[in-house]
């Protein structure tokens, strides 16, 4: 496959391993020293062949746990090893400026269309359910898994007959401090006439206290606190049936997602134990 030119989101073949090895001095400096990261769990991980990681989102528009999870795959396969991340549609629009680099480290389109021909191409993908609303949730459900419902994830891996792979990590959320979200506030305004910044719709309107605005107010980006993380990689989860048809069936769906949630907070639990003990 040629690289296209418009980066769009919508090619599997703009993911670039130069560029990627270009961040990775830069990814293990912020891994070593500034994060400290501790991370466990990757003997679950098989040394070849297509994965599929569901996360959860932490720490706003930076995400410092999603980058460090990317290093530490790429400091283990390589490169070269097949591997893409779902991104929502509107930060094409919202971040144009970053969505060329965004995209040559492997970012698509948070569409079934990418997500199916990731996997059948045996590359390993990440997508991460609770999106904005879950990299933006409030500092008290700092310790929550929180995919508000949605359960495309759970129709792909049924689809493609792929086991869940959880993600999880305890500190990226204390790099900032998101107080609330002021989005119904901000949609009835819209409602009443006020637009859209850009005419985009945000889905979340956060203010928190993060660098390096002190207070900040919508999804902006930050600059992360230099606070420790912790990540895990869990076992596989898998589910009693496979197929189309299951992926069709809304009872059995919400049964694999349930189980999919209660199994990822009852780890993710776990793992603030140990964080919380390694910080006292």
């Known amino acids: 496959m040629q690289p296209s030119e418009t980066y769009s989101g919508w090619s599997l073949a703009d993911r670039d391993p130069q560029v990627i090895e270009s961040l990775m001095p830069l990814w293990a400096w912020f891994y070593h020293h500034y994060f400290r990261v501790r991370t466990d769990g990757w003997e679950h991980v098989p040394a070849q062949g297509k994965v599929l990681f569901v996360g959860s989102h932490n720490g706003g528009l930076a995400a410092p746990d999603m980058f460090m999870f990317m290093y530490d795959w790429y400091r283990r396969f390589g490169t070269q090893r097949l591997a893409y991340g779902l991104m929502h549609p509107t930060v094409w629009k919202a971040y144009p400026g970053l969505v060329k680099l965004a995209v040559q480290g492997g970012a698509i389109v948070a569409h079934p269309k ?70 119904p506030l901000m949609q009835r305004l819209h409602q009443m006439g006020m637009p859209w910044l850009f005419d985009i719709d945000p889905e979340v309107f956060p203010i928190f206290l993060g660098l390096p605005w002190g207070i900040g107010i919508g999804p902006i980006f930050n600059f992360p606190f230099p606070t420790q993380i912790y990540t895990r990689v869990c076992p596989p989860i898998f589910f009693e049936h496979y197929g189309v048809e299951a992926s069709r069936d809304p009872h059995y769906v919400q049964q694999c997602y349930n189980q999919v949630y209660t199994q990822m907070q009852a780890a993710l639990d776990g793992l603030v134990a140990e964080y919380e003990a390694a910080q006292t």
């Open 114 to 183: 990418m997500a199916i021909a990731a996997l059948q191409k045996n590359a390993s993908l990440l997508v991460y359910p609770g999106g904005a609303q879950d990299v933006f949730r409030p500092h008290t459900l700092r310790h929550k898994i929180h995919f508000l419902g949605r359960k495309g994830f759970i129709k792909l891996a049924l689809r493609e007959h792929m086991p869940m792979m959880p993600v999880i990590s305890a500190g990226a959320h204390d790099t900032l401090r998101v107080l609330a979200d002021l989005y």
